[in-house]
Structures are given as structure tokens and as C-alpha cells.
């Protein structure tokens, strides 16, 4: 159960890129993994809720934090699910990829992140990847020239 949770998860990761798959539209693959409600925008609760999902999939020993080696693990996903994903045209994907990071996520430093620290970054994720700032993602903050 634990793995098939986790391939949903580096499905997610795989949507952070800003294009979807094969159809070159900006934004659509975040869109449609992150916009829980299919309401064509990305808020703090849906961040939330799919951060929530991804760490409890990379949270290997259900103890709420993810150590050294499960965030390897998650890195390794990430960096994986991502090496053939074409690029946004803005570096949204990147700066996706960034908010994901240990760094990011480490808030007190001590090498490894807890599910509290995971979710109480979420708005700071979801900033990275709000190009214009009005505290939602939709699809104009995707795309080049935007």
C-alpha cells in the first residue's frame, strides 16, 4: 500500500512541471495535480492537502517525520520523476522543485522534517509559484511574458 501511495505521490511531483505532458499548455500538469477541487485554482488549502499526501508517502516508518534517508529517497523521486519534463517558461517548475527541497523544508535545522514543518511551509511553497502574487495559482501565472 505504502509504495502504491508512493507512486501517486511522484506522479504529483511529475505535475509540478510547469507544461503538461505532451500538450505544451503552461500550467495545465500543476493544475491538474495540485487544484484539489478542480476550480481552476491552486490555494493554500489544496497545497495543504497534496503536501499532506506527499510527505505521508515518503514517510516510510509512519513516525511524522521524514530523516535522512527518506528524504534521499524523496529527493531521488523528485529529481527522477523530473529529469525528462520539459521546462516552464517562467521557472515555476523550478522554484516547485525548490519549495520541496530539505533546505526549505528544514525550519529548525536539524536535518530532517517533520510533518509540521512540511505543512507550516506551504504557504511559503505556494509563493514560489504565485508569479503575480494574489495568493492563488491559476493559469496565467504560467507561461512566458507573464
Given at each position: 500500500m505504502k509504495t502504491l501511495i508512493a507512486a501517486t505521490?511522484?506522479?504529483a511531483l511529475l505535475a509540478?512541471?510547469?507544461?503538461?505532458?505532451?500538450?505544451?499548455?503552461?500550467?495545465?500538469?500543476?493544475?491538474?495535480?495540485?487544484?484539489?477541487?478542480?476550480?481552476?485554482q491552486v490555494t493554500s488549502e489544496d497545497v495543504s492537502s497534496r503536501r499532506s499526501d506527499?510527505?505521508?508517502?515518503f514517510d516510510a516508518d509512519d513516525n511524522g517525520v521524514l530523516d535522512a534517508e527518506e528524504y534521499a529517497f524523496f529527493d531521488n523521486a523528485r529529481e527522477?520523476?523530473?529529469?525528462d519534463q520539459p521546462k516552464g517558461g517562467h521557472g515555476g517548475?523550478?522554484?516547485?522543485?525548490?519549495g520541496m527541497t530539505l533546505e526549505f523544508n528544514d525550519v529548525d535545522g536539524d536535518g530532517s522534517v517533520s510533518l509540521e514543518e512540511f505543512l507550516g511551509q506551504s504557504a511559503a511553497w505556494l509563493a514560489l509559484v504565485d508569479r503575480n502574487g494574489d495568493g492563488v495559482v491559476m493559469a496565467n501565472d504560467f507561461g512566458p511574458n507573464r
Amino acid at each position: 500500500m505504502k509504495t502504491l501511495i508512493a507512486a501517486t505521490a511522484v506522479s504529483a511531483l511529475l505535475a509540478t512541471s510547469a507544461f503538461a505532458a505532451g500538450t505544451g499548455t503552461p500550467g495545465a500538469g500543476f493544475l491538474d495535480e495540485w487544484d484539489m477541487n478542480t476550480d481552476g485554482q491552486v490555494t493554500s488549502e489544496d497545497v495543504s492537502s497534496r503536501r499532506s499526501d506527499i510527505f505521508v508517502s515518503f514517510d516510510a516508518d509512519d513516525n511524522g517525520v521524514l530523516d535522512a534517508e527518506e528524504y534521499a529517497f524523496f529527493d531521488n523521486a523528485r529529481e527522477t520523476s523530473h529529469s525528462d519534463q520539459p521546462k516552464g517558461g517562467h521557472g515555476g517548475d523550478r522554484k516547485a522543485a525548490v519549495g520541496m527541497t530539505l533546505e526549505f523544508n528544514d525550519v529548525d535545522g536539524d536535518g530532517s522534517v517533520s510533518l509540521e514543518e512540511f505543512l507550516g511551509q506551504s504557504a511559503a511553497w505556494l509563493a514560489l509559484v504565485d508569479r503575480n502574487g494574489d495568493g492563488v495559482v491559476m493559469a496565467n501565472d504560467f507561461g512566458p511574458n507573464r
